[in-house]
């Protein structure tokens, strides 16, 4: 089962419960929309060559389309259709005014120049400008995109459309960008862990805490969490990763990864596989790499009591079931990792009304709406008397169905 089928089975599950008619299901199960792109540019060589991206809006009933942009080799529009469906439930979930969408361009930014990937970000913004728009559909980073990725896009959109910072969020702060949305969403994680070690009686002071990915959720999550008193034991890369149970030293990790974009060759603790690293015994188990993690192949291996989903869809259907019959309790991704779409939501409201606020608020802003959203799963779960994923699938469904009826088709 792939991500999609994973998402779709959750949607079918609470839809049922909910007792949604066949065609409200129908209408929350389909994309709205799927753009296919080609995407040509020049290299720096002077030859042509075709990019392959997508966009797909799954769903506006609460708001503008939003989401995230992802530059990965296997990109596939399967994938971009699970995480624009996971969009919809998670801004559903924090109670933000927006639906769901994704993007993503099949490419190992690695292979580019800095000028290609500028090429192929402002081609890519022209090729989707007629389904985007500050109150259509705001793209995002997601991974291996970043500030430059979101200024580009912004650039090109306004050549256009005149000055519009409201495009995209998760842009450079000199460029309209919010204060606090890089951190936003490993401080979420790092809330929705805390709220979730309390339910589940594990003191967070001096929690042994394994994070896999160490990019711009992992790193937040880990230096969050340290500030919260956990202790980050391990964390990797695409390259590998660290284990040291007296505790990573996080200065030097990040020094590390500024240096080479990489932690790999960290000398602190015991180096191990990613897959070594997710059999770590732990507290707190946090993905914030990639999906399809946790397998029905490795969920037997998981000596951990929390899993907090930083990453999308790392866990699929088979491996939640072992998950759930082991007792060892997840914090599902549309509720954990929802911190940056809701300080991306901040950030767009700042640009409507083309006014600033203070990190200071933007952080309890964020902070209210993670505990918020968290206890609202959990109040949903436990009225069903299900798991934290299935309650908050229920409670996004049950308001998304409401913002779809009340619109009317
Ligand atoms: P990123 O590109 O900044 O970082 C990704 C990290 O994962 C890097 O450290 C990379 O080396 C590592 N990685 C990649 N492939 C790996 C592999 N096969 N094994 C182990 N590690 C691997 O991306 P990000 O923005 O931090 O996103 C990470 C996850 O969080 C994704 O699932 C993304 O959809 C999700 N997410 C991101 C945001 C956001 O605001 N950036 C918001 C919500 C969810």
């Not at 008619?21 to 042509?48: A, C, Y």
């Not at 389309?65 to 530059?71: A, Q, T």
Request: net charge negative; glycine share 10%; charged share 20%.
């Amino acid at each position: 089962m792939n991500a999609l089928d994973t998402v779709n089975r959750y949607i079918i599950e609470a839809a049922t419960t909910l007792k949604l008619d066949d065609g409200l299901m129908s209408f929350l199960l389909t994309p709205d929309r799927q753009l296919r792109v080609e995407i040509p540019i020049i290299r720096d060589n002077g030859k042509l060559q075709v990019f392959i991206g997508y966009r797909i809006q799954h769903n506006d009933s609460r708001g503008p389309f939003k989401g995230g942009l992802r530059y990965h080799p296997e990109v596939t529009d399967s994938e971009v259709s699970a995480l624009a469906s996971l969009m919809t439930w998670k801004t559903a979930i924090v109670d933000i005014p927006f639906g769901g969408a994704k993007g993503g361009i099949q490419v190992d930014t690695k292979t580019l120049s800095l000028l290609e990937l500028e090429r192929l970000t402002r081609r890519f913004t022209d090729v989707i400008d007629p389904i985007i728009g500050p109150n259509i559909d705001i793209p995002a980073p997601d991974v291996a995109t970043n500030e430059q990725t979101m200024a580009w896009i912004m650039d090109q959109y306004s050549r256009r459309h005149g000055y519009t910072p409201a495009i995209v969020t998760g842009k450079p702060i000199s460029l309209g960008g919010s204060e606090g949305r890089g951190a936003a969403t490993g401080l979420g994680v790092a809330f929705a862990t805390r709220e979730a070690c309390q339910s589940f009686g594990i003191d967070l002071k001096g929690a042994r805490v394994v994070i896999q990915g160490f990019g711009k959720v992992g790193t937040h999550t880990a230096i969050s969490l340290r500030d919260m008193g956990a202790k980050i034991i391990g964390i990797s890369d695409v390259s590998g990763g660290v284990v040291n149970t007296r505790g990573i030293d996080l200065a030097e990790a990040l020094r590390l990864q500024a240096a080479t974009g990489s932690i790999h060759g960290l000398q602190d603790g015991q180096s191990v596989s990613n897959a070594e690293l997710l059999a770590t015994e732990c507290d707190v188990l946090i993905p914030a790499a990639l999906e399809d993690v946790f397998t029905e192949q490795n969920a037997d291996t998981i000596k951990t009591k929390l899993i907090v989903e930083g990453a999308n869809a790392p866990t699929t259907f088979e491996a939640d079931h072992i998950f759930q019959q082991r007792g060892i309790h997840i914090v599902p991704d549309i509720l954990a990792n929802a911190g940056g779409v809701t300080v991306s939501y901040f950030e767009w409201v700042q640009n409507l009304q083309q006014f600033r606020w203070e990190l200071s608020e933007v952080n309890q802003r964020l902070e209210r709406r993670m505990v918020q959203g968290y206890h609202a799963i959990k109040a949903k779960a436990e009225e069903h008397r299900t798991t934290l994923r299935r309650g908050a699938f229920l409670l996004a469904l049950d308001r998304v169905a409401e913002a779809t009826r009340l619109r009317g088709f």
